[in-house]
């Protein structure tokens, strides 16, 4: 079992930026695929980007220039950077792992943390 803790939300001003970081509870984690979901306040849980074992990254076209996706396997660590902030990238980030790089959908990913709260004011 994997454990997901992520931390690093708050409460910025447009353009802001903002580092999340999701640690992984076993030595395990460093070799599953990794991503960050985010729900808004009236939308579905949806994609943002994620990142394989070897470091390879892929990232949804919603934040992609401004968000980067990484990861630190000494540290059983995942970040997200996110830079250039607005407020359509308000809602609740979600850590994930054990899922699909190549289909990064909720329903592939098996482990979930319980999400950190993003609030980006215009």
């Not at 009236?42 to 996706?69: C, M």
């Not at 950077?81 to 790089?101: H, I, K, R, S, W």
């Not at 990064?104 to 943390?113: F, K, L, N, Q």
Request: charge should be positive; hydrophobic fraction near 35%; glycine fraction near 12%.
């Amino acid at each position: 079992q994997v454990q997901l803790i992520e931390s690093g939300g708050g409460l910025v001003q447009t353009g802001d930026s903002l580092r999340l970081s999701c640690a992984g509870s076993v030595r395990a984690f460093r070799g599953l695929v990794a991503a960050w979901f985010r729900q808004g306040p009236e939308n579905e849980r949806e994609f943002v980007a994620a990142v394989d074992w070897r470091g390879n990254t892929r990232h949804a076209d919603s934040v992609k220039g401004r968000f980067t996706i990484s990861r630190d396997n000494d540290k059983n660590t995942m970040y997200l950077q996110m830079n250039n902030l607005t407020p359509e990238d308000t809602g609740v980030y979600y850590c994930a792992a054990g899922g699909n790089f190549r289909a990064p959908v909720v329903r592939t990913y098996h482990y979930w943390g319980q999400g950190t709260r993003v609030t980006v004011s215009s």
